[in-house]
T-cell receptor, first 113, second 116 residues
Framework: EAQVTQNPRYLITVTGKKLTVTCSQN?????MSWYRQDPGLGLRQIYYSMNVEVTDKGDVPEGYKVSRKEKRNFPLILESPSPNQTSLYFC????????????FGPGTRLTVT | AQSVAQPEDQVNVAEGNPLTVKCTYSVSGNPYLFWYVQYPNRGLQFLLK??????LVKGSYGFEAEFNKSQTSFHLKKPSALVSDSALYFCAVRPLYGGSQGNLIFGKGTKLSVKP
């Protein structure tokens, strides 16, 4: 089954404790991205990657890091989480074709206390 | 600035009645437009898209959307709503300039509530 998986689905952590949210897709997609969803703000892109070893900032990159060492994986790293990063996070992927249809993971609900 | 607006935070419809979820956009050139649906505790699912061609686009679950270039709108419609259509709906546009190439700009979402 074609899918995007994220882990963990739920995470409660404390300020300053480094964490990683994993994302993996099995569709051989070149393009992957991370979004955060906040009430009243919709989805905002954090980082994206056009292919292996190619990453760039989205609209709200502050406080986040990413890496793309393999085509299928695109982890999101919070080096020193803060309460304002409490949010619902989605990973997405799509092919490099012109359809631009993105496939989303199930989401990771992060709470930083 | 390129943007997408969903003017209604919530739309309430009775089951069996037609529904419309509104979306307007502001982009340069010819837009690529999308609708996604998010059910509770789930990720976003693709419903339909407009890239070119017929202004009326048909998608999943009986939904359709009409592209209106003069009004810069892409409203989502369904002739007969089901209770199971209750969800959060997002309109999105692919920006042609600026931002991350190929990324989608999402609206803030409209909560659709269909009552029996």
């Amino acid at each position: 089954e074609a899918q995007v998986t994220q882990n963990p689905r739920y995470l409660i952590t404390v300020t300053g404790k480094k964490l990683t949210v994993t994302c993996s897709q099995n569709m051989n997609h070149e393009y992957m991205s991370w979004y955060r969803q906040d009430p009243g703000l919709g989805l905002r892109q954090i980082y994206y990657s056009m292919n292996v070893e190619v990453t760039d900032k989205g609209d709200v990159p502050e406080g986040y890091k990413v890496s793309r060492k393999e085509k299928r994986n695109f982890p999101l790293i919070l080096e020193s989480p803060s309460p304002n990063q409490t949010s619902l996070y989605f990973c997405a992927s799509r092919s490099s074709g012109r359809s631009y249809e993105q496939y989303f993971g199930p989401g990771t609900r992060l709470t930083v206390t | 600035a390129q943007s997408v607006a969903q003017p209604e935070d919530q739309v309430n419809v009775a089951e069996g009645n037609p529904l419309t979820v509104k979306c307007t956009y502001s982009v340069s050139g010819n837009p690529y437009l999308f609708w996604y649906v998010q059910y509770p505790n789930r990720g976003l699912q693709f419903l339909l898209k407009y890239i070119t061609g017929d202004n009326l686009v048909k998608g999943s679950y009986g939904f359709e959307a009409e592209f209106n270039k003069s009004q810069t709108s892409f409203h989502l419609k369904k002739p007969s709503a089901l209770v199971s259509d209750s969800a959060l709906y997002f309109c999105a546009v692919r920006p042609l300039y600026g931002g991350s190439q190929g990324n989608l700009i999402f609206g803030k979402g409209t909560k659709l509530s269909v009552k029996p």
